[in-house]
């Protein structure tokens, strides 16, 4: 099984003020996946805490990462900042899908600011960090993880 790690960026959900409720999504679509899933880590917002909480997984051998909140417009949210610092190569297409499928649901999805990419042999994908646009995300990351993982271990395209 694959190793998989959610992020969830938010300055309430790491003080302890607000409960995480788009975490436990994401882990539960990559659980239902067949990926191997620990309950989601809740970092603060941040560039630096979140490039911090990247390098960690990464350095214990996860190969799918995805970050739930801080994709937004107000000053804290520096998520796709922390996120550029260990992507060494930027996938848009998976951000733009993301970002276009949730215009179905609000035009607000034109204002995340998210990143997709790979680094080593692992994925990255930042999602927004309300539960629903969680749960509208992840069959979209899910639908593509597999085989960006099997390119990365040098696989033959499908």
Do not use: Y
Not at 43 to 62: F, H, K, N, S, W
Request: glycine content about 12%.
């Amino acid at each position: 099984m694959i190793a998989a790690a959610v992020v969830t960026v938010s300055d309430r959900s790491a003080a302890g003020v607000r409960d995480d409720t788009a975490g436990p999504v994401a882990v539960t679509a990559l659980r239902d996946a067949g990926f191997t899933c620990d309950d989601a880590r809740i970092v603060p917002d941040g560039a630096d805490a979140v490039e911090q909480a990247l390098r960690e997984l990464l350095g214990t051998g996860i190969r799918l990462i995805v970050t739930s909140g801080g994709t937004g417009i107000s000053p804290r949210d520096q998520t796709p900042e922390g996120a550029a610092r260990v992507i060494e190569r930027e996938l848009p297409g998976i951000a733009e899908e993301l970002r276009r499928a949730g215009l179905a649901a609000t035009p607000m999805s034109m204002l995340t600011r998210g990143l997709a990419g790979t680094v080593g042999d692992a994925l990255i994908v930042n999602l927004p960090g309300s539960p629903k646009a969680v749960a509208e995300g992840m069959p979209i990351v899910l639908s593509v993880a597999g085989h960006v993982l099997g390119q990365l271990n040098g696989e033959d395209h499908r």
